[in-house]
């Protein structure tokens, strides 16, 4: 799995940096997300879907990795 951000269309909530804390933070000058790895491990796939699912404006998505990235 890998985690994309879009810094343009988030609203900068932190819900993100709560929900994953070692996966997301906020950035000093603007609030928006950082995505800290982009390539989370497998035990960490619940708290990712749990950031992404609890983003209010949708600037974070999940894509599966590309076949043969692991």
Known sequence: MRIEADPEVCVGSGMCALTAPDLFDQSDRDG?????????????????RGAVGRCPSRALKLLDAPAGAD
């Open 32 to 48: 928006t997300v950082v995505v800290l790895r982009s390539d989370p491990p497998a035990e960490q796939a619940e708290a990712v």
